[in-house]
């Protein structure tokens, strides 16, 4: 069961709500996707799908994935799907770095494998022990009124995790987070993440205003795990780390450090699937708790996320996304779908959706 062909797409993802506002004045309104399909010698098809989340956010960009793909697909032609640490070893062989690209081809292998076995992928990740799990919703920067009326309208909608974007003005950033608790419930949690936004003076100035508030978690305040590590001794809110874990050896850094209580696990940050369970399950063994996501995406990175969060035991995962509600264009029908809050995922082989490949318009180029 070799691959025998690779093609890669391209389509564009549009926020729900328009703009999408993060602290350092990014803003997002479309992003461009990159869909990767592998076909075997024996017909079977697997899809993966990556879309950073703007050139400024993470060591990523959308045409980035695409040039890198042009590199990594003539290395891993002619190898079997179910070798899985075969073909990310010849991924690094080809090109150095560029994680969130591999992580197109590492999944859409995992989808192939659980299809070609008649398996979901979540069996293949350790198995289905989660049959529905909770959703959270990022409420996009703006002003304390706009962000709280932001929440009500999700509540009502069924989800009771918010990730407030702050970073900006410190004492607005206050303002904002505690408008939020007054306006929500014990059944709600609320994540104050800066997104690395502050330097390490406003970072410490926001901890002490809100240290205290029920509910909230404090999530990355600034760009680097040594001024994350000063903020956390001067705060008693449980930390949140995202952007500066990458790899095992970044998260194995901080949790030595006594850093936080729980990380974001963004499947392309890490380099797809196979590192992201390796980071699950050294987290499960670690007693962290986790939050399983991507940067961005659609259908097919929804999907990745929902197996990876099924096969995560319900004490060590903390909220998942799926991305899929957050954007207006879908290419496998919009499936998997939440429900009130939660999320599953599918249970048909491999990811277990249909991608509309008609949909997404002629290759940008096969190999």
Same mark, same amino acid.
């Given at each position: 069961m070799k691959i025998a062909r690779i093609d890669v797409y391209g389509y564009d993802l549009s926020y729900i709500h328009g703009r999408y506002v993060m602290s350092g004045g990014r803003v997002i309104e479309t992003l461009p996707s990159t869909v990767?399909?592998?076909?075997?010698?024996?017909?079977?098809?697997?899809?993966?799908?990556?879309?950073?989340?703007?050139?400024?956010y993470l060591?990523?960009?959308?045409?980035?994935?695409?040039?890198?793909?042009?590199?990594?697909?003539?290395?891993?032609?002619?190898?079997?799907v179910g070798s899985i640490g075969a073909i990310n070893a010849a991924m690094d062989r080809a090109l150095m770095g560029h994680g969130y690209a591999k992580s197109a081809i590492d999944t859409a292998c995992w989808d192939a494998l659980g299809r070609s076995v008649g398996l979901? &992928?979540? %069996?293949?990740?350790?198995?289905? #022990?989660?049959?529905?799990?909770?959703? +959270?919703? /990022?409420v996009p920067l703006g002003s304390a009124e706009e962000m709280t009326a932001y929440v009500q309208a999700r509540r009502e909608e069924g989800i009771h995790r918010f990730q407030l974007k702050i970073g900006a003005d410190p004492y607005e950033d206050a303002a904002r987070t505690r408008s939020v608790v007054e306006a929500t419930g014990p059944e709600d949690i609320i994540v104050?993440?800066?997104?690395g936004g502050w330097r390490l003076q406003d970072a410490v100035v926001v901890a002490r205003a809100i240290d205290g508030l029920e509910r909230v978690f404090?999530?990355?305040?600034c760009p680097t795990l040594e001024e994350c590590l000063i903020v956390r001794q001067r705060t008693t809110l449980p930390? &949140?780390? %995202?952007?500066?874990?990458?790899? #095992?050896?970044?998260?194995?850094?901080? +949790?030595? /450090?006594?850093?936080?209580?729980?990380?974001?696990?963004?499947?392309?940050?890490v380099g797809g699937l196979t590192q992201?369970?390796?980071?699950?399950?050294?987290?499960?063994?670690?007693?962290?708790?986790?939050?399983?996501?991507?940067?961005?995406?659609?259908?097919?990175?929804?999907?990745?996320?929902?197996?990876?969060?099924?096969?995560?035991?319900?004490?060590t995962l903390f909220t998942v996304s799926f991305m899929n509600d957050w954007t207006n264009e879908h290419v496998a029908g919009y499936e998997p779908r939440s429900q009130a809050g939660?999320?599953?995922?599918?249970?048909?082989?491999?990811l277990g959706i249909d991608v509309d490949v008609a949909a997404l318009g002629a290759p940008l180029f096969s190999v």
């Open positions: 990767v399909r592998i076909t075997t010698d024996d017909g079977i098809e697997g899809f993966g799908e990556v879309c950073p989340l703007g050139p400024a060591p990523s960009h959308g045409a980035g994935a695409r040039a890198a793909l042009g590199e990594l697909a003539p290395a891993v032609v002619g190898l079997s979901p &992928v979540c %069996d293949l990740l350790g198995g289905r #022990v989660s049959d529905t799990f909770p959703l +959270y919703f /990022a104050a993440d800066a997104n404090f999530e990355q305040p930390m &949140v780390l %995202d952007e500066c874990i990458r790899d #095992v050896q970044s998260l194995l850094r901080a +949790y030595e /450090a006594k850093a936080m209580e729980a990380f974001n696990l963004k499947i392309s940050k992201a369970k390796l980071m699950r399950d050294l987290a499960v063994a670690l007693g962290l708790r986790v939050t399983i996501e991507d940067a961005w995406g659609g259908d097919i990175v929804t999907a990745a996320v929902s197996h990876l969060a099924a096969s995560t035991p319900p004490e939660f999320g599953s995922a599918p249970t048909r082989p491999g």
